[in-house]
């Protein structure tokens, strides 16, 4: 019987992937977990092992094709006929008769990362009660699968343990995916899920008096001239990353009417806490930067002023407020600039936003950073300064509804209390979506952010 294996879908809102390498050939045999196929999604270079181990009777893409989430890669046969598989296979002790699924593995190319299994979709946001109540259906009325289960491999360990047959569970999550949660519920356990973290919760917006219609999120780019009339010219395909930036970018300018709003903040006193205790917390394990400093004012200020750790949703007509601040940070690589992503920063110590920014830009220069490093955030921090320049109006980061852009400090004669003193002063940018904040609200969340790099001794918290 023919077994077809669709592109699956690789979280974060990606929709499509091109086929960069065919690892198998149409007729092997080969084993659950065993290397499939090796796709680029505008995140990372993905290795897409086999869900299922069989005879591959035939393959439907070629390098460079570009293929849809849902899209068939590959179709199986039976594998009897066949010779014995080669790959990884290893028996599910609640079944001889199945194999466990392969555990997520991460891989360096060309400095990007490699994962070789597709990214845990984000949990549902209902209620904890609510999902358990909908999960903690008895197995009894619950239809035995047959083929291949739908879940992660942390999933089917969860299973395992609990002594879960996953054949026996109706999954919950996008597709029919099996979750933690109901193989808890199965067990005849709770769902649960991680406490949310205490914070000030902002007001509550009003709820719409009707939604909102569509907005138009494309334009059409006029007929380019001939260019050969005026000499030698040549082209060069642009590489699914390549292009994916360009539609992102054309994206966020053509939908979201940016406007930037500038101001300087006098950091020499941030600057000298920096220099002194440089050894010191070095000593600890950690390396002080300016944009620790950054990512903490920023976090903070974005509980302050919630409307900037949005989302706009036009079609519904309504603002997502995010509850937690999540802050990416532009790193440089020999590929460009990636956006790790640090969680949380709002609520963490400065030395520990500090040490994860550390070995976070660390693995992503070195190409090991994973998928889930690399989204999820909620606004974004791009410091220049290192690399020069007076001020840099960067593209929001669709679709977050911000961005802070950081450029070089420099001494400049400031009068203070009637005296020309040389302080050291830092040019910030912050750029925005004037659908959902006016000029005045840009302002005050600079000046915000200002205020905390002003006075560093807040942001430490008496940690040094």
Known sequence: MSRPFVLPDLGEGLTEAEIVQVLVREGDVIAEDAPLLEVETDKATVEIPSPMSGRVEKIHVEPHQTVKVGQVLVTFGDAAAGATPTGKQAADPLDPTRTRAPEPRTAVRDGRARQTAPAEPARQTAPVGQRAEARALP????????????????????ARELGVDLHTVRGTGPGGRVTDDDVRAASGGVATTPAPVARAEPSQPAAPTAPAKPLATHVSEPPLPNFEQWGAIERQ????????????????????????HFDRADITDLDAIIQRNLEPVKARGVT?????????????????????????DAAAGQLILKRYVHVGVAVATERGLIVPVLRDVDV?????????????????????ATLDDLRGGSFTVTNIGALGGTGAIPIINYPEVAIL???????????????????????????????????ADGARFASAIVRRLEAPERLLGLEL
């Open 405 to 439: 852009g950081v450029s070089r400090a420099r001494p400049e004669p400031v009068v203070r209390d009637g005296r020309i003193e040389p302080r050291l002063l830092l040019p910030l940018s912050l750029t925005f979506d004037h659908r959902v904040a006016d000029g």
């Open 348 to 368: 963490k110590p400065l030395l520990d936003v500090a040490r994860e920014l550390g070995a976070l830009a660390q693995r992503v220069r070195d190409g090991k």
């Open 288 to 312: 002080l930067t300016l944009t620790a400093f950054l990512l903490k004012a920023a976090a903070l200020a974005l509980r302050e002023h919630p409307t900037f750790n949005a989302t706009l």
């Open 237 to 260: 395909p642009l590489s699914h990353l390549r292009r994916t930036i360009a539609e992102r970018m054309t994206l966020s300018a053509t939908v979201i009417p940016h406007v930037t």
């Open 139 to 158: 197995t009894a009325e619950t239809p035995a699968r047959t083929g291949p289960v739908p879940a992660t491999p942390s999933t089917r360990r969860l």
